[in-house]
């Protein structure tokens, strides 16, 4: 079995030939291969960085030791204290290394596609749904990202029934990719007449965006339809027949798009879509192959299976995956979510490194 130096040495000698790669005058011209390669590099790069860190941190307390052992009176104290500092640096140093050599997620980098609709609950759930879509949206302004909207479908009372965001930021999906399921919320609907607390609930998914190379589409796998986009209640609100719906026929995977005017434009959004929604069922059940049975980041959306509760009277969220509870719904809701999604960035690492020590 290869030792973790061995490996170190080996990672070192690919960024080399990696940056080496970088270097030809033909990458430039490759887009795609420029891709790949300073997604690499960049990964290569945090590692070697860290590695680095590592031996110097282990290098001064190798010094430290030695002058600590030929000092005396308060030069002695003093190594004794820079001993104490370096023996405290190294705990975190060989964690972050070790976290950095944990398999990298193959969705790492990529921007987002992030949908969110009404689930159960009639029009409430709506609400609900345009409520956990301006958290992201200014979730999305408070760490810097760029949000474009591809669909958003009013309802009749001024929710969403549907909305589609492309979300570009390098940690995009690393940082959203556990809002994926069920949203619950329990409060007082604006239509409740006796001030009784409703249970609704909206579903989110999040799925890697798909470049034209990462999916083949055949188009004679598509079925293409053509028809008047319409407001809430169904209401017509265009003249021409620009909302397009396509069908991928070998998954039945189905995406309509009616955001745009245009016909050509609502055909592009609807692509971009469905080559993410092939992506992600393909990266699925290659896991399902090798034994990671995942559920379904969706489910039914039905009030029992709940990734988060959000709960208006208590001021509460409480996120049942880490059994994490907070009171702080209004500033949940304003886009503070890194509390919660850090602690579940940390969930996930420690559940990573103990299966890798379990090997």
């Given at each position: 079995?290869?030792?973790?130096?061995?490996?170190?040495?080996?990672?070192?000698?690919?960024?080399?030939?990696?940056?080496?790669?970088?270097?030809?005058?033909?990458?430039?011209?490759?887009?795609?291969?420029?891709?790949?390669?300073?997604?690499?590099?960049?990964?290569?790069?945090?590692?070697?960085?860290?590695?680095?860190?590592?031996?110097?941190?282990?290098?001064?307390?190798?010094?430290?030791?030695?002058?600590?052992?030929?000092?005396?009176?308060?030069?002695?104290?003093?190594?004794?204290?820079?001993?104490?500092?370096?023996?405290?640096?190294?705990?975190?140093?060989?964690?972050?290394?070790?976290?950095?050599?944990?398999?990298?997620?193959?969705?790492?980098?990529?921007?987002?596609?992030?949908?969110?609709?009404?689930?159960?609950?009639?029009?409430?759930?709506?609400?609900?749904?345009?409520?956990?879509?301006?958290?992201?949206?200014?979730?999305?302004?408070?760490?810097?990202?760029?949000?474009?909207?591809?669909?958003?479908?009013?309802?009749?009372?001024?929710?969403l029934d549907e909305a589609i965001?492309?979300?570009?930021?390098?940690?995009?999906?690393?940082?959203?990719?556990?809002?994926?399921?069920?949203?619950?919320?329990?409060?007082?609907?604006?239509?409740?007449?006796?001030?009784?607390?409703?249970?609704?609930?909206?579903?989110?998914?999040?799925?890697?965006?798909?470049?034209?190379?990462?999916?083949?589409?055949?188009?004679?796998?598509?079925?293409?339809?053509?028809?008047?986009?319409?407001?809430?209640?169904?209401?017509?609100?265009?003249?021409?027949?620009?909302?397009?719906?396509?069908?991928?026929?070998?998954?039945?995977?189905?995406?309509?798009?009616?955001?745009?005017?245009?016909?050509?434009?609502?055909?592009?959004?609807?692509?971009?879509?469905?080559?993410?929604?092939l992506l992600k069922a393909a990266?699925?059940?290659?896991?399902?192959?090798?034994?990671?049975?995942?559920?379904?980041?969706?489910?039914?959306?039905?009030?029992?299976?709940?990734?988060?509760?959000?709960?208006?009277?208590?001021?509460?969220?409480?996120?049942?995956?880490?059994?994490?509870?907070?009171?702080t719904l209004d500033s949940v809701?304003?886009?503070?979510?890194?509390?919660?999604?850090?602690?579940?960035?940390?969930?996930?690492?420690?559940?990573?490194?103990?299966?890798?020590?379990?090997?």
């Amino acid at each position: 079995m290869r030792s973790v130096d061995q490996t170190l040495h080996v990672l070192q000698d690919e960024l080399h030939t990696v940056e080496a790669a970088l270097s030809e005058p033909d990458v430039a011209s490759d887009l795609n291969r420029l891709r790949d390669l300073s997604r690499r590099h960049k990964e290569l790069a945090e590692i070697n960085n860290a590695w680095n860190d590592l031996k110097s941190a282990q290098a001064d307390l190798g010094t430290a030791k030695e002058m600590f052992n030929e000092s005396s009176g308060d030069d002695r104290e003093l190594w004794r204290e820079e001993v104490n500092n370096a023996e405290a640096r190294l705990p975190d140093l060989e964690m972050t290394l070790e976290t950095l050599l944990l398999p990298r997620d193959p969705n790492e980098g990529r921007n987002v596609i992030l949908e969110i609709r009404g689930a159960e609950g009639g029009e409430e759930a709506n609400l609900f749904a345009s409520d956990l879509a301006q958290m992201f949206r200014r979730y999305v302004a408070l760490r810097g990202w760029k949000l474009e909207v591809i669909e958003e479908r009013e309802s009749e009372q001024g929710g969403l029934d549907e909305a589609i965001y492309l979300i570009k930021g390098d940690d995009a999906w690393a940082r959203l990719e556990h809002e994926a399921g069920v949203h619950r919320v329990q409060r007082v609907p604006v239509t409740e007449a006796k001030g009784r607390v409703h249970t609704s609930s909206a579903t989110v998914s999040v799925l890697p965006e798909a470049e034209e190379v990462d999916v083949d589409i055949n188009q004679s796998d598509l079925k293409i339809d053509v028809y008047r986009s319409s407001g809430p209640g169904g209401q017509s609100v265009n003249t021409t027949d620009s909302a397009v719906r396509i069908t991928h026929l070998p998954s039945g995977i189905v995406v309509s798009m009616q955001d745009e005017k245009s016909q050509i434009q609502n055909r592009a959004k609807a692509l971009i879509v469905l080559r993410s929604r092939l992506l992600k069922a393909a990266q699925d059940a290659q896991a399902t192959e090798q034994g990671d049975l995942k559920r379904s980041q969706l489910g039914s959306g039905g009030r029992s299976e709940k990734i988060r509760t959000y709960n208006f009277k208590e001021n509460r969220v409480t996120d049942h995956r880490i059994n994490l509870t907070t009171y702080t719904l209004d500033s949940v809701l304003a886009g503070y979510l890194d509390p919660y999604v850090d602690a579940l960035l940390s969930e996930k690492r420690a559940r990573q490194l103990a299966e890798s020590d379990g090997r």
